[in-house]
């Protein structure tokens, strides 16, 4: 049996074991969250906003207390570029130099609320945007173009397709852009803080599934940069 190296070997060698195990057992935890997680590349739920922005009261229906706005209204490229794009502080002040704290009576405004609203006011006088968090995420080799998606859902002919996302119901095409932009997105009018919908799966297999089904390209320049 050979002899065992001096002590003061062992201890190096010991602890680059443990440093290579810790290393190892965090890609493998990495890979594991990155895989099961939503978005699939996320950590989970989505972060916090900078300022409470309540899809319920902007998106949500007018008979639930909700004031109907038009998910492009505010995400003004999602029909015609690539991204969708969050607003920009001008866009919220459309609104908001009349729904303030200045007008709003207190019965029907909590006063959180007014605070949001002029916090979104003084960034808009001081030439500040809102720094807003992104909620999904696709790996950055991956183009995903929402013009093209949302024109195959809301533009053409009367045509039935089952889609291997969200509830893989049958569904009528052509359908409005807010009901378009909740099968990846889920139903964010009635979110009042935007995640990740449940269950849902953004992964290449669900994009080659879709496309697939719906005889689109599955070239591999049609997807990655």
Do not use: Y
Not at 65 to 86: D, K, S
Not at 183 to 207: F, I, N, R, W, Y
């Amino acid at each position: 049996m050979p002899p065992l190296p001096p002590t003061r070997q062992l201890i190096p060698m010991a602890l680059a074991g443990l440093l290579a195990t810790a290393i190892v057992a965090f890609i493998v935890v990495v890979l594991f969250m990155s895989w099961f997680s939503n978005p699939p590349f996320g950590w989970g739920n989505a972060p916090a906003q900078p300022i409470p922005f309540p899809h319920t009261v902007h998106a949500g229906p007018v008979e639930e207390g909700g004031h109907a706005i038009q998910c492009e209204f505010c995400h003004r490229n999602v029909t015609t570029g690539a991204a969708a794009t969050v607003p920009a502080v001008e866009v919220c002040v459309i609104c908001h130099k009349q729904v303030n704290g200045a007008n709003a009576k207190a019965d029907v405004a909590e006063p959180e609320t007014l605070i949001n609203i002029q916090r979104v006011l003084d960034k808009h006088a001081d030439g500040r945007p809102i720094d807003w968090e992104r909620v999904h995420r696709m790996p950055d080799h991956v183009r995903f173009v929402h013009e093209a998606h949302l024109r195959f859902l809301t533009q053409g002919e009367e045509r039935t397709v089952t889609l291997p996302i969200g509830d893989e119901e049958p569904m009528q095409l052509p359908v409005p852009v807010q009901e378009a932009c909740s099968v990846c997105h889920g139903d964010v009018a009635s979110m009042t803080e935007v995640q990740p919908q449940d269950g849902q799966s953004l992964k290449m297999g669900t994009c080659l599934d879709c496309h697939r089904e719906n005889d689109v390209s599955t070239d591999c320049t049609v997807c990655h940069k």
